[in-house]
């Protein structure tokens, strides 16, 4: 099935510190989102982006949609230690209407 | 406004067993999708419904089915439960077939 490689894996980071991951992907996409998941709880959507190029932030997050459509980017700047959690990509084609999960950098930040 | 519920929180199940859950969406959505999420990886798409009728299914064997009702909510039901079937499973609650998911707190299931 579709795989989407989210890198890095892990990060750990000094509190105040800016993040970026990203995520890539073999086939096109039409919509990308962004989730934030913690421990036993459901992902909690952050960005979501529709437009080839489109860059979009929410608070300290800000994501790009890249203009290969294959790939995704998230950067939070200004880290604290409530951004700690695992963040998902999820993509979706212009056929089919299922969403396609990456998977997961887990992010670590150190007071 | 309330988000995605999900019913229950928390499952144990025997193999072999049946077992029923259940999502409420955000009101106003037409859409539910289900996924499964195993420890360590992302959530796995398991079937969509959009006005009661099926709109999109994965890789899951049949013993999986799902059915939405007139009110928009849902259950996922799966049959001849495996091991390999424990799992957190997320209900994602949508406006249309192709805008952004809302998931609900997710059905903690342990087959045992």
């Known amino acids: 099935g579709q795989q989407l490689n989210q890198s890095p894996q892990s990060m750990f980071i000094q509190e105040g510190e800016d993040v970026s991951m990203n995520c890539t992907s073999s086939?096109?996409?039409?919509?990308w989102l962004w989730y934030k998941q913690d421990p036993g709880e459901g992902p909690v959507l952050l960005i979501a982006?529709?437009?080839?190029?489109e860059l979009t932030s929410n608070g300290r997050l800000t994501a790009q949609f890249g203009i290969t459509r294959k790939d995704s980017f998230l950067n939070i700047s200004a880290s604290i230690p409530s951004d700690v959690g695992i963040y998902f990509c999820?993509?979706?084609?212009?056929?089919?209407?299922?969403?396609?999960f990456g998977t997961g950098t887990s992010l670590t930040v150190i007071p | 406004d309330a988000g995605v519920t999900q019913s229950p929180t928390h499952l144990i199940k025997t193999r072999g067993q049946h077992v029923t859950l259940r999502c409420s969406p955000i009101?106003?959505?037409?859409?539910v999708s289900w996924y499964q999420q195993v420890l360590g990886q992302g959530p796995q798409f398991i079937f969509q419904?959009?006005?009661?009728?099926?709109?999109g299914r994965g890789n899951f064997p049949d013993r999986f089915s799902a059915r939405q009702f007139p009110n928009y909510s849902s259950e996922l039901n799966v049959n001849a439960l495996l091991l390999g079937d424990s799992a957190l499973y997320l209900c994602?609650?949508?406006?249309?077939?192709?805008?952004?998911?809302?998931f609900g707190q997710g059905t903690r299931l342990t087959v045992v």
């Open positions: 009101s106003g959505h037409k859409s």
């Open positions: 419904y959009y006005e009661k009728e099926e709109r």
């Open positions: 999820a993509g979706q084609r212009r056929t089919g209407n299922q969403f396609y």
């Open positions: 086939s096109i996409f039409n919509t």
């Open positions: 994602a609650s949508s406006l249309g077939t192709n805008t952004e998911a809302f």
């Open positions: 982006l529709y437009k080839a190029g």
